[in-house]
């Protein structure tokens, strides 16, 4: 078992945390050496054990029963259950994004130009911005590129999931087509993810890259981009609903910083939209409870194991309660999609927050 940071293991403190400023005994800690990138493995067993004292009140031994077997799959599978678990690193914050990028323009200034598009990005920088959030997905020849669906159907005048387009076919369709004001753009293409990422830092633009590949064919390409742009390391974080992917991302990396995207009913809405894909149907039914234990270990102890400072939180799960429970962990909140004046007032001036918002400056977009 290795941790990123200087202290012994067992000595280790977690801020904010029940029972902050005590020494966590070493089983507490070796707990989280059974998690693994396969969360849905840990869940299913989380969720026997949960329904099994729920219904026939047996006690705890279930889980712990459960949690033994996801060791043991482990095992098998890795060759250890440990070593895959990274703490937190000691690494000095990027600074604090309230203070220095508190208005982030949304899948790229998406109301002043064609969402996720170099035209975008060109368009937010002239009216002021300084930090970008992006989506990056994968095509079927494993290049990431700068699309928020998983489907080109929206957003171009092509059809298909992007998993199943190459890049020279994607980036033949015009990410303008269906923008209110594609008239004035013309043809704008389907950029690359090294793309908007060299024309971020020609523009000096901070980067939230928020991955929507949920596979982790998304880390290897991930980490090439940092070797390749050591610039990144100061300038961007990689978010993701994915927490697995964070998690596989720093374990590889500890210097990439971190971010964990959540809202409320976050496997329910991801079930419900991908029942037209053939989802079976008790998978929604089952989906309410899922969210609980996610929710439960999302607050208590997954943005620990997976090393992050900062989380993309949906505007309808904020309150000053919330700001107040992150930031007594360290955790600093960066609100979205937030495009109504009055909160975004209150968000940067009440809360302390920044936000992230489709339309900035002057934006002629009737949707604004």
Request: glycine share 6%.
């Amino acid at each position: 078992f290795k941790s990123n940071m200087a202290a012994p293991v067992s000595d280790h403190k977690i801020s904010g945390m029940k029972g902050e400023g005590k020494k966590y005994p070493d089983f507490f800690l070796k707990m989280f050496q059974f998690i693994d990138e396969h969360s849905v493995v840990i869940t299913i067993h989380l969720l026997l054990g949960a329904v099994t004292i729920i219904f026939s009140f047996i006690s705890l031994h279930v889980v712990i029963v459960s949690l033994l077997v996801t060791c043991v799959y482990m095992k098998l599978r890795h060759g250890t259950c440990s070593g895959a678990f990274k703490l937190p690193g000691d690494d000095d914050p990027l600074g604090q994004i309230s203070r220095d990028f508190p208005v982030i323009a949304h899948k790229g200034g998406g109301h002043c130009g064609p969402e996720n598009t170099l035209t975008a990005i060109k368009q937010a920088h002239q009216r002021g911005v300084k930090a970008i959030e992006f989506d990056v997905g994968m095509t079927k020849d494993n290049v990431p590129v700068v699309i928020h669906d998983s489907t080109v159907n929206r957003t171009t005048d092509g059809e298909g999931e992007v998993k199943d387009l190459t890049r020279e076919s994607i980036q033949t369709l015009n990410a303008a087509a269906h923008h209110p004001l594609r008239e004035s753009f013309g043809h704008v293409t389907v950029p690359t993810l090294v793309e908007v990422v060299e024309l971020c830092l020609q523009l000096d633009l901070f980067m939230f890259v928020d991955v929507k590949e949920s596979s982790n064919s998304i880390v290897a390409p991930l980490l090439q981009l940092f070797k390749d742009h050591p610039d990144l390391y100061k300038k961007a974080y990689i978010c993701s609903f994915q927490s697995h992917l964070i998690y596989k991302v720093r374990q590889a990396d500890k210097a990439i910083h971190g971010a964990l995207t959540y809202r409320p009913k976050q496997i329910y809405k991801t079930a419900t939209g991908s029942l037209k894909q053939g989802l079976s149907l008790w998978f929604l039914l089952i989906a309410p409870i899922l969210d609980t234990i996610y929710s439960w270990m999302f607050q208590r102890w997954l943005w620990f194991i997976c090393g992050v400072k900062v989380i993309l939180l949906n505007n309808n799960a904020v309150s000053k309660d919330v700001v107040n429970y992150w930031k007594e962990r360290g955790i600093e909140l960066v609100i979205w999609t937030v495009n109504d004046k009055q909160q975004q007032a209150m968000f940067t001036e009440v809360m302390n927050c920044a936000y992230i918002t489709d339309c900035v400056g002057a934006c002629p977009n009737p949707l604004a």
